[in-house]
Every structure is written in structure tokens, then in C-alpha cells.
């Protein structure tokens, strides 16, 4: 299995600029999470979805940022426009979920670094 | 709800030290316990995990207990090594959470040769 992946690694852009980060979750996963890492924050969940529906948008800064998952095999998290506070790593993460008790982990991808300069 | 929360770092140990990252937990019902490690430019993986009362999770030479009467998920090591340098998560997912974790905030550890 080739894991979580997660594309670009890195990403520079300029302020104003529309970056979209992509996620593919490992086959057979129901439910993908996107991260978002700072040194300030730590780790923050944005939005996860479960079976391709969005469950949880609270942690998405604002409306600069979306994120959709058009089929089970793929994810986008976008934001339009970038600003320089964006600059950070962002994982994407996916599970099988279960009924009842859990017992599967989340499995991340590397991460893309984004820098908005 | 439910909350995991980490002893904060930074932590620095000599190679060959006794290593203790402490974590206890706050959820209703009967969460899934696990830490995670971020190496360097890396994402978090999985490095141990228990899913019930007193089970206990190990993995290169780490090791975890769920003590439900604690609420704690301590992270051992008998043995440090400079490679173990790295962030520590210690995270829950309890039933009926819709498949998410809550991950504390993370230790840095430090191994000096």
C-alpha cells in the first residue's frame, strides 16, 4: 500500500494566489482529515470528512479556505486568496472507520509545506 | 469533551537515559488510546496504541499502559537513543466522536549523544 499521499511537498506562492492541495487516502479508508501544522498553533483540525461527506468544517479558518472530496480516493483543500499567515505544513489523514469502539488509527501523509510570501 | 493533554516540552536526555512523556485523557465512554511521532520534516506516525483497560501498547522499545484509573496513557523508553529525537502526540478517539481523534499537544524530545 503506498500510504496517504499528499501533493505538492512544497508549495511557495505569492499573497493573493489560489493554492490547492491535494490528498489521495489509502484505498478501503472511509473517512479523511485535513491538518493543519504551526509552531505557533501545534496541530488543528480543519475539516474531515466521512464516506466523501464533510462532517466537521469548524476548524477552516474562514472562507478563504474549502475543501471538497469528490469520490472516496480523493481530496482538495483550497485557498483562495493565499495570505502569508497560511504558511504552514498541511497533513492530510485517513482511517477505516468502525462502529463502536475505535481501533484503527489515522495514517498521515508527509505533508505539503506551503509557504505564501 | 473529550481532551488529551501532554506534559510540554522541550524534553533533552542523555543516549541511554530513562525516558516518561506523560499523557492523561479526558473523554465520556471508552476511547482508543495511541501516541504518535513526528521525525524531522516528516508526518505523524503511528508508534503504539491500546484499546481498552490496562492493555498495553508497545513498539520499538516504547512502551504504553492504559490505566482507565489515572485516565493516563504514559510513554516509556528505558533506554534512549539519539535517532528517538523527535515529537511525541499522545491523541484518543472514544465512540460516537464520528471517527475523530484529539491529539495533545505534542513533546520535543531532544537525545544527545
Known amino acids: 500500500d503506498a500510504g496517504v499521499i499528499q501533493s505538492p511537498r512544497h508549495e511557495v506562492t505569492e499573497m493573493g494566489q489560489e493554492v490547492t492541495l491535494r490528498c489521495k487516502p489509502i484505498s478501503g479508508h472511509n473517512s479523511l482529515f485535513w491538518y493543519r501544522q504551526t509552531m505557533m498553533r501545534g496541530l488543528e483540525l480543519l475539516i474531515y470528512f466521512n464516506n466523501n461527506v464533510p462532517i466537521d468544517d469548524s476548524g477552516m479558518p474562514e472562507d478563504r479556505f474549502s475543501a471538497k472530496m469528490p469520490n472516496a480516493s480523493f481530496s482538495t483543500l483550497k485557498i483562495q486568496p493565499s495570505e502569508p499567515r497560511d504558511s504552514a505544513v498541511y497533513f492530510c489523514?485517513?482511517?477505516?472507520?468502525?462502529?463502536?469502539?475505535?481501533?484503527?488509527?489515522?495514517?498521515f501523509g508527509s505533508g505539503t509545506r506551503l509557504t505564501v510570501v | 469533551g473529550d481532551s488529551v493533554t501532554q506534559m510540554e516540552g522541550p524534553v533533552t536526555l542523555s543516549e541511554e537515559a530513562f525516558l516518561t512523556i506523560n499523557c492523561t485523557y479526558t473523554a465520556t465512554g471508552y476511547p482508543s488510546l495511541f501516541w504518535y511521532v513526528q521525525y524531522p520534516g516528516e508526518g505523524l506516525q503511528l508508534l503504539l496504541k491500546?484499546?481498552?483497560?490496562?492493555d498495553k501498547g508497545s513498539n520499538k522499545g516504547f512502551e504504553a499502559t492504559y490505566r482507565k484509573e489515572t485516565t493516563s496513557f504514559h510513554l516509556e523508553k528505558g533506554s534512549v537513543q539519539v535517532s528517538d529525537s523527535a515529537v511525541y502526540f499522545c491523541a484518543l478517539t472514544a465512540p460516537n466522536t464520528g471517527n475523530q481523534f484529539y491529539f495533545g499537544t505534542g513533546t520535543s524530545l531532544t537525545v544527545i549523544p
Open positions: 489523514a485517513s482511517l477505516r472507520g468502525d462502529r463502536g469502539r475505535r481501533t484503527e488509527a489515522y495514517t
Open positions: 491500546a484499546t481498552k483497560a490496562d
